[in-house]
């Protein structure tokens, strides 16, 4: 590459192609060449620091109470309304529920994988087959298992499990809507809507 000075050809600059270097949180999973140079795994350190920013967060939020509007006349409470839901107040399920026979493919309902060890909600989700969603391909499973084989690796305690709300809008918009206004309140890291603020580590 030439540079021009005041009009005048300088010498040639060798042009260096950048090596990304991303660390790789779950090696497991293999993303294409061109995108990321040999991924490295993450350190027990590095791990727990990226667990505890998303901890610290998660339970500021829960801390606090949402803004109090006044209005002119008593309002009954919106069942469906976000800053009422908190995925680790529900019962958790185990998550190789799908393996088990089902009458029918389930019901709509909003899906929150946790890991309860940690007290972190780790992804949202949404469905009208609470029985078939799972059972299909689905990226958050390989997020989970890399996840877990990097806690193994390190000796380190998790307990990764499925919840489900099902007090949830049965039209599939209106039941989208609800499922992003809580990834972006509870800031999952799983969910491709806050890998700008956590990193893709398991990309």
């Known amino acids: 590459m030439s540079v021009l000075l005041d009009n005048q050809l300088v010498g040639t600059l060798p042009v260096i192609p950048l090596q990304p270097n991303q660390l790789n949180l779950f090696p497991e999973v293999k993303p294409t060449p061109a995108r990321r140079a040999e991924g490295l795994v993450m350190s027990a350190d590095a791990l727990l620091k990226w667990k505890s920013q998303i901890l610290d967060y998660q339970q500021k939020v829960r801390e606090s109470k949402p803004p109090q509007q006044t209005a002119l006349f008593d309002l009954a409470p919106n069942h469906c309304d976000p800053d009422r839901i908190d995925p680790l107040q529900l019962s958790v399920r185990s998550l190789s529920f799908w393996r088990m026979p089902a009458d029918s493919p389930g019901d709509a309902c909003l899906y929150f994988v946790v890991d309860s060890a940690a007290g972190l909600i780790l992804y949202v989700g949404e469905t009208c087959r609470s029985n078939k969603r799972w059972k299909g391909i689905h990226a958050c499973k390989d997020y989970i298992a ?38 972006l309140k509870w800031r999952s890291p799983f969910n491709k809507e806050n890998w700008e603020r956590w990193g893709q580590p398991f990309s």
């Open 146 to 183: 890399s996840y877990q084989d990097l806690h193994y690796r390190y000796e380190m305690k998790t307990a990764v499990n499925i919840a489900f709300w099902w007090d949830t809008p049965t039209d599939r918009r209106a039941r989208q809507e609800l499922e992003l206004s809580l990834i």
